[in-house]
């Protein structure tokens, strides 16, 4: 049974940093992107950085040069480094995994697989 699970999410001021860490179970080896999005209450899910297998990365303009994404392909981990946070990066954080076209990396219709989410917030 395929298993994405995030952890890592907490409360923090703004200018503050946070690291989410996202365990995978049994991906299919077709699938070769692994990603974050975010959901802010009462918004649309929306991409915020995708890792292709071979550690090509992609970014929002809305978090690039404050988040980092990074993978361990050997102990099946995915990670969301966060710098900087500011309140409007507030919302549930989840990791996806699949197998997009790399233009497409940041649409949630590329995604198969989702983990439940880790909740973030920044206060300012």
């Not at 503050?16 to 990603?35: F, I, K, M, V």
């Not at 292709?52 to 988040?67: C, E, I, L, M, P």
């Amino acid at each position: 049974q395929v298993q994405l699970v995030e952890s890592g999410g907490g409360s923090v001021r703004s200018g503050g940093s946070l690291r989410l860490s996202c365990t995978t179970h049994r991906l299919p080896t077709s699938t070769y992107t692994l990603a974050w999005f975010r959901q802010a209450p009462g918004k649309e899910r929306e991409g915020v950085a995708a890792i292709s297998r071979g550690g090509s990365t992609t970014y929002a303009d809305s978090v690039k040069g404050r988040f980092t994404v990074s993978q361990v392909n050997a102990e099946n981990m995915l990670y969301l480094q966060m710098n900087n946070l500011k309140p409007e990066d507030t919302g549930m954080y989840f990791c996806a995994a699949g197998s997009p076209w790399w233009s497409q990396a940041l649409r949630r219709a590329s995604y198969n697989y989702w983990g439940q989410g880790t909740r973030v917030t920044v206060s300012s």
